[in-house]
């Protein structure tokens, strides 16, 4: 069963997604009902960390929870931030998204602290992302449902919704890139569910799979595309069985297709030519490689605790566009590469896990895949994106991942500490032979 009180914590910080501190004004929120509920949604990170300090000074010894290192490397970069932002001029506007990231990572510590088994815990907090995350993508389809595929001169394409439909709700419209996203995100999750699921459920996996795939195609996000590829390849890897050796296949029989002319060279130029927005500047990243030189020079000018949250807006005016280079802006050197190297960590105990499976339950081989699937996805998607260095989708979605692999170790580690414990004990009691040589000599002889 769920721990009540902190997963309405977790959802509530899914509910501010799309928000900010700017709505979080008196008169803004007495003008009309759609300001009202933006308001009220913006507060709930500030409303989360208030209840989880709460929960902490409420707790016995016996009830108190070890932190995993990336998540205690995460909280440092958050408080890191925070100091760097004293003295900022309207200090809540940055200040607030910092305070919302530690609510998420104090949301994930009082979740896990209310279930008695940790790996159990954490996974069903991966799995309560999931339907949190499958919800929002529900409603921003339907509400975009009539500009998901327009016609462009690249054929059939969401990636102007944005433009399509600037304001839905008196909140700024989801992007292509937000959407693809998502879908990738929980295309990564179905991808190993109908291959692991049960039998009668595998059915709608394939269906959600499939429409999140799409999704990811129309949207022509090349990050996020990039990310989907890969993470879905390793999804099907770590499964193993029928659907490593049906991956296999596939990737054999396009390379044969391509080889032999079976595709028209039309159709490749056609696919690629979608997939890339038909960008002749590709190199550039759409810009973001100017983006990152001015970012890296503005880290060298607060090279120790940076600038404070959202540092990027306020220094260079832009979007950082990279997670490590938005986490060393915000948080120097100290900060960022506590950020960083939380990240790494986690990373190893990914390849640890999968280079070990017994450290993976036996009944936990999917849910692992999934989280190993997603780490791939925000890892690749880390590069032209800001992702989990600040309080967002991503971060809701990788924080889980992340504990979960933190405790696998964890309780790895001390399986292994217990059985030397064990072995050391069994030599220590173990019956020795005195030699008695009066006796000896006598036999001797």
Request: charged fraction near 15%.
């Amino acid at each position: 069963m769920l721990p009540v009180v902190p997963a309405l914590c977790w959802l509530a910080l899914w509910g501010s997604i799309n928000t900010g501190p700017e709505n979080i004004d008196l008169d803004r929120i007495l003008s009309g009902w759609a300001a009202a509920f933006n308001g009220i949604r913006a507060a709930l990170p500030l409303v989360v960390l208030a209840i989880w300090i709460l929960h902490l000074l409420g707790r016995s010894d016996t009830r108190m929870r070890e932190p995993t290192l990336p998540e205690w490397l995460w909280f440092l970069y958050a408080a890191i931030c925070l100091i760097a932002s004293i003295g900022v001029e309207n200090w809540f506007a940055w200040g607030y998204w910092g305070l919302a990231f530690i609510a998420t990572l104090g949301a994930a510590e009082m979740y896990l602290a209310e279930c008695g088994d940790e790996i159990a815990g954490a996974a069903s907090l991966n799995r309560l992302s999931w339907v949190a995350a499958a919800v929002i993508l529900a409603i921003v389809v339907y509400v975009g449902r009539g500009h998901l595929a327009e016609e462009t001169s690249q054929g059939l394409s969401g990636y102007r919704i944005n433009v399509k439909m600037p304001i839905v709700a008196g909140m700024p419209m989801v992007r292509s890139t937000g959407i693809s996203r998502f879908a990738g995100a929980l295309a990564v999750v179905a991808c190993a569910a109908m291959w692991r699921g049960e039998r009668w459920t595998r059915v709608a996996w394939m269906a959600l799979f499939a429409g999140c795939a799409w999704l990811v195609w129309d949207m022509q996000s090349r990050g996020s595309l990039t990310s989907f590829v890969a993470a879905v390849s390793v999804v099907m890897l770590l499964l193993g069985g029928r659907a490593r050796t049906m991956g296999i296949l596939a990737l054999a029989l396009a390379v044969g297709a391509v080889s032999l002319n079976f595709v028209s060279h039309d159709t490749l130029h056609y696919l690629w030519g979608f997939a890339t927005r038909n960008d002749r500047h590709l190199a550039q990243m759409q810009g973001r490689t100017s983006i990152f030189h001015d970012a890296w020079l503005a880290i060298l000018r607060a090279p120790i605790i940076g600038y404070g949250p959202q540092g990027d807006h306020r220094i260079i005016f832009a979007n950082a566009q990279n997670g490590v280079l938005y986490s060393l802006l915000c948080g120097g050197f100290l900060g960022g590469g506590a950020w960083t190297l939380g990240f790494v960590i986690a990373l190893v105990y990914l390849a640890r896990a999968a280079w070990r499976p017994d450290i993976v339950p036996a009944g936990d081989s999917m849910v692992f895949a999934q989280v190993a699937g997603l780490m791939v996805f925000f890892t690749l998607r880390t590069i032209p994106e800001n992702t989990a260095a600040l309080f967002s989708v991503d971060l809701m979605l990788q924080l889980p991942a992340m504990v979960y692999l933190g405790v696998l170790i964890r309780a790895a580690n001390l399986r292994t500490a217990h059985e030397s414990a064990e072995a050391f004990a069994t030599i220590r009691s173990a019956p020795t032979v005195a030699l008695d040589a009066p006796a000896y000599r006598a036999d001797a002889v």
